[in-house]
């Protein structure tokens, strides 16, 4: 079979999401022609999307017994390595994909990917860095960088990096989302605000940028509208744990409303009776509601 042809095929089955289908085509093909070295990669790729991943990890090693340097089987490799958790050859055989087809950017992402998860962040910077020299115009690109620089706490090259990746992408809501983050954990309150609401014209849905308003409107001393913000976060979304908690500190520390803050508090209890924040605001709670009770004695004087 012409590899015009069963790729064509290849594409269709796959595009129809028929995962046996495709192994069955890729397995009949290397019956009569065992040697195919691109039929067998894809046959790798298939069997891993199928679940199969020992299946893959045979294959896989199959044609780097052949052919050691192909990328596309380290790079396959890598994958099953990865699900396996052996993380660390994974991240060889990554590498070593990478060496071999440095422009091949789903390499460049899956070690980016693993470094970060692995909390290497300077390494995984570095993955950014080269898929934005293949690609300067790569928003995720740019919003996984700024992830990494977040972690490392460098929070205004976190910031320009989301910035780039917004500018790219209009509609990058995580982008937005923790842009807004950095500026708040920066002190830009005003600033965050700015980029807050106009994410929210984007995405007025998201109840996570609703709550981030609110967060940010408290600190402002803004109570009144911080609490207009957080009952539209819940609008949304009724089971978040913080933003039941931010409203009720909102109601407890700045309105006085003990009986508000204690059933908010109570809300943020019934999602998750260990969130030890709520826990310990309700316990306050009911000790400010207890002391502006009359005393006994004062009870027993005046008759109360």
Known sequence: MAEADWRKRLARLLYDGDLEGAANLLEGGLRNSPKNIPMKIELGKVQFMHGDIDGARTTFEAVLMSRPDNAEALKGKGDVLEVFGDYEDAIKAYQMATQRRPKDTETWKALGVLLTKLKKYGQADKCWNALLRINSKDAEAWYNKGQS???????????????????TQHDFKEAHTDLVVVLMEGGKLEEALQVCDHAIETHPKDDTLHRNRGVLLYRLKRPAEALEAFDNALEINAHVVDTWNNRGTVLWKTQSDLPGALEAFGKALEINPNFKAARDARIGVLADIEAQKPKGFLRRIFGG
């Open 149 to 167: 620089l977040q972690l490392l706490k460098k929070l205004d090259d976190a910031g320009k990096c989301y910035e780039q990746a917004i500018a």
